[in-house]
């Protein structure tokens, strides 16, 4: 397989996020001939090691006798990532291949990219990666105008308008149930296996009519599985519930009255568009890696028009 791929590649499209590498090699009719992945992330690598991380995973399939493009997005673009690419202003078209910094790679076998994240100044808020996402669907869906929202760690809402981003805004609602489900005093009440979608939704919308009475409603499912019968899955749903309906109701300007667009994790995903159904919103679903890899395979065309 390896030599059927060296003798078809023609890019590498790279995803770099702070914990991991994930990336595709395609032939030149963009075509996927093999997927990799590590837990080589931006945050575990000096400068100096990503090129090291590449090559771990590609070395392989890189012909000798030819030069193999690679564009990558993400945090292998931050301060403190293989080389800065600064950040574009909102409003704006999402970045493509024409704001691509070019990065000294030392083996010559490999040509290497990083596209810009982009910036908000008012209110301050920043994206990367995401912005690629953006891009991939804005080139399946050129006439959207609506909201679009990235579930994740740090979940993104951003407003589109004829084909750009015209503000965005971050919630830390995934950071926040890792921690208060695996360093506070409910890690042991929300471990549940098991899923009830009726305890979600029912503790989403209390969240949502009630925003002000999370922080006491948060400890209540503490004391309810002590003294009540409340089981570890119903805990697991009634939190992400308390959360996801904190973020709906703050995010609230963007999506109400607006057509919206869910790109992530398929799970993740759902629990978003169950959360907006209850709201009397549709919320249609689009695959993360789909579209990062069009958002991608985008920004090449403008690198390789520019760098014939």
């Given at each position: 397989?390896?030599?059927?791929?060296?003798?078809?590649v023609?890019?590498?499209?790279?995803?770099w996020?702070?914990?991991?590498?994930r990336?595709?090699?395609?032939d030149?009719?963009?075509?996927?001939?093999?997927?990799r992945?590590?837990?080589?992330?931006?945050?575990?690598?000096?400068?100096?090691?990503?090129?090291?991380?590449?090559?771990e995973?590609?070395?392989?399939?890189?012909?000798?006798?030819k030069?193999?493009?690679?564009?990558?997005?993400?945090?292998?673009?931050a301060?403190?990532?293989?080389?800065?690419a600064?950040?574009?202003?909102?409003?704006?078209?999402?970045?493509?291949?024409?704001?691509?910094?070019?990065?000294?790679?030392?083996d010559?076998?490999?040509?290497?990219?990083?596209?810009?994240?982009?910036?908000?100044?008012?209110?301050?808020?920043?994206?990367?990666?995401?912005?690629t996402?953006?891009?991939?669907?804005?080139?399946?869906?050129?006439?959207?105008d609506?909201v679009?929202?990235?579930?994740?760690?740090?979940?993104?809402?951003?407003?589109?308008?004829?084909?750009?981003?015209?503000?965005?805004?971050?919630?830390?609602?995934?950071?926040l149930?890792?921690?208060?489900?695996?360093?506070?005093?409910?890690?042991?009440?929300?471990?549940?296996?098991?899923?009830?979608?009726d305890?979600?939704?029912?503790?989403?919308?209390?969240?949502?009519?009630?925003?002000?009475?999370i922080?006491?409603?948060?400890?209540?499912?503490?004391?309810?599985?002590?003294?009540?019968?409340?089981?570890?899955?119903?805990?697991?749903?009634?939190?992400?519930?308390?959360?996801?309906?904190?973020?709906?109701?703050g995010?609230?300007?963007?999506?109400?009255?607006?057509?919206?667009?869910?790109?992530?994790?398929?799970?993740?995903c759902?629990l978003?568009?169950?959360?907006?159904?209850?709201?009397?919103?549709?919320?249609?679903?689009?695959?993360?890696?789909?579209?990062?890899?069009?958002?991608?395979?985008?920004?090449?065309?403008?690198?390789?028009?520019?760098?014939?």
């Amino acid at each position: 397989m390896t030599d059927t791929i060296r003798d078809s590649v023609a890019l590498v499209a790279v995803d770099w996020g702070t914990s991991n590498l994930r990336l595709s090699l395609l032939d030149n009719d963009g075509t996927v001939l093999a997927e990799r992945s590590s837990d080589r992330g931006m945050g575990s690598l000096a400068p100096s090691e990503f090129e090291g991380a590449l090559l771990e995973l590609i070395d392989a399939d890189l012909p000798d006798n030819k030069v193999t493009p690679v564009i990558c997005c993400g945090m292998v673009g931050a301060a403190q990532g293989w080389k800065e690419a600064t950040y574009q202003a909102v409003p704006c078209a999402p970045p493509d291949g024409k704001g691509a910094t070019r990065v000294d790679a030392k083996d010559p076998r490999i040509s290497v990219w990083i596209l810009p994240g982009l910036k908000q100044t008012n209110p301050g808020d920043v994206m990367r990666g995401e912005e690629t996402q953006i891009a991939g669907f804005l080139a399946e869906n050129p006439d959207f105008d609506g909201v679009l929202c990235l579930p994740g760690t740090h979940t993104k809402w951003a407003r589109i308008s004829a084909k750009e981003v015209v503000s965005f805004q971050t919630y830390m609602t995934g950071e926040l149930f890792a921690l208060l489900s695996k360093q506070s005093v409910l890690r042991h009440t929300v471990n549940g296996d098991d899923w009830d979608a009726d305890a979600f939704v029912d503790a989403l919308s209390d969240a949502m009519s009630r925003p002000q009475s999370i922080a006491s409603k948060l400890f209540g499912l503490r004391a309810e599985f002590l003294v009540g019968d409340m089981t570890p899955s119903q805990g697991k749903a009634r939190l992400s519930g308390y959360l996801i309906g904190l973020e709906l109701a703050g995010a609230r300007p963007y999506w109400l009255g607006m057509p919206v667009a869910l790109i992530g994790a398929p799970a993740l995903c759902k629990l978003y568009q169950d959360g907006l159904t209850a709201q009397g919103v549709k919320a249609s679903l689009h695959s993360v890696s789909d579209m990062t890899l069009s958002g991608l395979k985008a920004a090449y065309s403008d690198v390789k028009e520019m760098n014939p």
